[in-house]
């Protein structure tokens, strides 16, 4: 199944490359899931619509496991690569339980921030399990990235500031140990979101030399 993989930021494409290749579609179609609940909530202003987008996403998943996937290619996609690897599709459809948080207009207390990153951040609990690896450090570092891509992006000052106040705990505790060979990608990726919130302002090659070599210390 072909997927639009330009979709992925500079790091994911580049932890991508450090997959195994029988892991490497699996991998993409679960990112480009994120990316595509991530897109649900950036288009339009109506929190009805919004909600009625990650809805559809949410049954569309979870209908993977008793029906063939319908015409769209990363349902299709996610179907045929994740399935066969024990990664069902009711358990893809909780990865909208954090963007579900996103849609409280109110800002979001630490609270809320945690439960944000406790839902997107599965995520990476699921790629582990892709890449056939498991670590103590995958949970916490996947919800510090959630958390890191949420300060990277939201408008609120406050919420900006209090998102990066949780993650880079969150993320020195993922990523003090080495993690096994076979996640390397994921922890690739999450040394690419604490870079982002020690050096918000650094290069691009700075950013993916912090890449290249953790790529060499696990």
């Given at each position: ?8 930021d ?32 950036r288009?339009?202003?109506d ?11 949410y ?6 496991d ?8 990363l349902?299709?996609?996610?179907a045929?690569?994740?399935?066969p ?28 921030l ?45 919420e900006a500031?209090a998102a ?7 993320l ?15 922890a690739?990726?999450?040394a ?27």
């Open positions: 199944m072909s997927l639009r993989l330009e979709r992925l500079a790091v994911g494409r580049l932890a991508l490359a450090y997959a195994p290749r029988q892991a490497r579609a699996g991998l993409a179609a679960l990112f480009m899931l994120d990316d595509t609940l991530a897109a649900a909530l288009l339009g202003r929190p009805a619509v919004r909600q009625l987008r990650l809805t559809w996403w049954e569309a998943l979870g209908r993977l008793t029906a063939p996937p319908p015409p769209e290619p349902l299709q996609a996610l045929a690569e994740l399935l690897r024990g990664v069902r599709g009711a358990e893809l459809a909780t990865l909208t339980d954090g963007w579900d948080v996103l849609l409280n207009p109110d800002p979001l207390s630490e609270a809320g945690l439960a944000y990153a406790e839902g997107r951040g599965r995520v990476f609990t699921l790629a582990a399990r892709v890449l056939g690896g498991a670590g103590a450090g995958v949970a916490p570092a996947g919800q510090g990235w959630a958390l890191a891509e949420l300060a990277g992006h939201v408008s609120r000052v406050e500031r990066a106040a949780l993650a880079a705990p969150l020195a505790a993922g990523l003090r140990e080495p993690w096994p060979r076979p996640l390397r990608p994921l690739m990726i999450a690419g979101a604490e870079q982002a919130l020690r050096r918000p302002h650094a290069g691009a090659l700075a950013r993916l030399g912090v890449l290249l070599r953790r790529a060499w210390l696990e």
